[in-house]
């Protein structure tokens, strides 16, 4: 088989820096946007933060200065003797942000320890020996978000002699996880439901309705989680009041043990919303701003400049020496040009979408009331903004909005569309809602099923197939009516 050279042409599509730069940083919200920043103004010394001083009045200084010159003018100077084209910085990104003179918008802070940080103290309070308190620490990393320790003993054996090579028998293993699922808070490290509800009960002083509940929990849990009361009061030969005194222990457990504690340091300051923009009623007239906020002015080193004029003018750039450091310096200056646009090009875009977003939703931002939000998706807004939708969704994505009813995420105005028993098109978000108000205000011992549902909203001007309700029903985290079911 012969081997040929062949000509193609074909168009490709390449990103600038500056484009680059752009879609990554229109990822990141407020809170994370200041981190990012701070970390460029270290990686690179010929970006500063602040307004750029030159130094010099040079309307007056013209003559006296005629030695610096800006390199960009520099007809004598050619940069592509000493930069390729492929010399582009690589970027690591994140960040958060502020303005002197501007009203801080509202913070929703989270604060509080972890829940590991919690365990942990109470790792010394044991009399467990040294090697044994080093493998309870590791175990408990191995708690999920929910407080539960999902893996076997046997699974943890082997975990840990592969990643920490620490050998340990069974029996070892299970003394140690036993002892962790008898620290605060009740039912943590249970490898299910039903093990965390039977530890809380067991902690509890002891009384008939706490040991009907365990007998629940023990004998009948399958009917419990299906609701059938009736088979376990037949079972256990108990009086109504037997059963419901019984029923209520449980329903007062706590089903995740994790509840009322955050994660760690890093991801308690991650928990701060801080809004990205505000928007201000002024007399019907609604006014969208950027909260620019924390986030310095930025602007390309003087001090990078003048030694890149003075190394241009001199014969030592001609040397191999020279060109290596003319190379950096402008590699430095240029990346700092590029982060400096790719930070207004993202507030641009920023600003133009939430505008749109706001003209779009113009009666909630003035009335504040869920039902008067109108379908949108994101291709409305790139269809007003020109934007592509993979941008909107960028834009879209953990960014919040500080109004006069509170702070929300722009994915809340974002929603599909259904027509009501008036041909009128309403958000799916409104249909949600009064689902929820529906469920919310049922009878709990006998709860409305998804046919009822359905002449419910039917009665309201919503003629929506069962099916839909399911669908709705399972995006609000509701369940089915039977396992909503109580005494």
Not at 27 to 45: G, K, M
Not at 228 to 244: G, N, P, V
Request: proline residues 3%; contains cysteine; negative net charge.
């Amino acid at each position: 088989m012969a081997l040929t050279l062949q000509q193609q042409q074909s168009l490709q599509t390449k990103l600038s820096p500056t484009q680059i730069q752009v879609v990554r940083l229109l990822e990141l919200p407020s809170v994370e946007l200041q981190q990012r920043i701070n970390e460029e103004l270290q990686e690179n010394p010929a970006l500063e933060e602040g307004a750029e001083y030159l130094g010099y009045n040079e309307s007056e200084n013209e003559s006296e200065n005629e030695e610096y010159r800006n390199p960009l003018q520099n007809e004598d100077f050619n940069y592509d003797d000493y930069v390729n084209d492929d010399d582009t910085p690589d970027y690591q990104y994140q960040a958060h942000n502020y303005s002197p003179d501007d009203e801080l918008p509202e913070q929703v802070v989270i604060s509080g320890s972890s829940l590991l940080e919690h365990l942990k103290s109470q790792v010394y309070l044991t009399n467990m020996s040294k090697p044994e308190r080093h493998i309870a620490k590791w175990v408990l990393g191995n708690i999920d978000d929910d407080g539960y320790l999902r893996r076997t003993t046997e699974q943890l054996v082997d975990d840990i002699a592969f990643q920490e090579n620490i050998m340990v028998t069974d029996a070892q293993m299970q003394h140690i996880v036993d002892t962790i699922k008898t620290f605060d808070p009740a039912g943590v490290a249970a490898y299910d439901l039903r093990e965390c509800l039977i530890i809380q009960l067991k902690q509890k002083a002891p009384n008939e309705a706490v040991t009907n509940a365990l007998k629940i929990l023990e004998r009948c849990f399958e009917d419990f989680s299906k609701r059938h009361f009736a088979h376990i009061q037949e079972r256990q030969d108990w009086t109504d009041e037997q059963l419901k005194e019984a029923i209520d222990e449980i329903l007062h457990l706590n089903q995740k043990p994790a509840n009322g504690f955050t994660g760690s340091v890093y991801e308690r300051q991650q928990s701060t919303i801080i809004p990205d923009f505000f928007v201000e009623n002024r007399d019907g007239e609604l006014v969208v701003g950027l909260n620019t906020g924390d986030i310095p002015e930025l602007h390309v080193s003087t001090d990078y400049k003048d030694m890149l004029a003075e190394y241009s003018s001199k014969q030592m750039a001609n040397s191999k020496e020279g060109k290596e450091t003319v190379r950096f310096i402008k590699q430095k200056i240029d990346s700092a040009q590029w982060f400096i646009d790719a930070i207004k090009q993202r507030n641009e875009t920023l600003m133009s979408t939430m505008k749109a977003i706001v003209s779009k939703q113009k009666d909630f931002f003035l009335e504040g009331d869920d039902s008067c939000l109108r379908p949108m998706v994101l291709q409305d807004i790139a269809n007003v903004t020109g934007y592509d939708v993979s941008t909107i969704s960028r834009v879209s994505n953990s960014k919040y909005v500080d109004t006069e009813f509170g702070i929300f995420s722009l994915k809340h105005f974002f929603s599909e569309s259904m027509t009501n028993d008036k041909g009128e098109e309403v958000s799916t978000r409104e249909i949600k809602n009064l689902l929820g108000q529906l469920i919310n205000e049922e009878d709990k011992s006998a709860p409305l099923t998804d046919d009822q549902l359905v002449t419910a909203l039917a009665g309201h001007g919503y003629p929506i197939a069962r099916r839909t309700i399911a669908k709705y029903r399972d995006q609000l985290g509701i369940p089915t009516a039977r396992l909503r079911k109580r005494l």
